[in-house]
Nanobody
Framework: QVQFVESGGGLVQPGGSLRLSCAAS????????MGWYRQAPGKQRERVGI???????NYADSVKGRFTIARDNVKNTVYLDMNSLKPEDTAVYYC???????WGQGTQVTVSS
């Protein structure tokens, strides 16, 4: 039932970096477009970015130039590399296939001095 498991969140100071991982348990993972999403307290969930099956990426303007999505189809894993983190990046981060309604537990990222 649980297809994607996020990990790697934590507390980081402004300007710091963090790598999030998304482990997939689906034998057809390599064919999926995957997305990273986040939800901050009191706000709607937003899409951070996506990566296609062939590695093409697209990012929200708020993270463009700071975040990078990558995938390793051998390991069935998608990564979110976050740099130059800002307090407004504080949120629970999720990975999922676009258009899928089921959401996992996510991983908490807190950016604070």
């Amino acid at each position: 039932q649980v297809q994607f498991v996020e990990s790697g969140g934590g507390l980081v100071q402004p300007g710091g970096s963090l790598r999030l991982s998304c482990a997939a348990s689906d034998r057809f993972f390599s064919t999926f477009t995957m997305g990273w999403y986040r939800q901050a307290p009191g706000k709607q969930r937003e899409r951070v970015g996506i990566i296609t099956s062939v590695g093409s990426t697209n990012y929200a303007d708020s993270v463009k130039g700071r975040f990078t999505i990558a995938r390793d189809n051998v390991k069935n894993t998608v990564y979110l590399d976050m740099n130059s983190l800002k307090p407004e990046d504080t949120a629970v981060y999720y990975c999922n296939r676009p258009g899928t309604s089921y959401w996992g537990q996510g991983t908490q990222v807190t950016v604070s001095s």
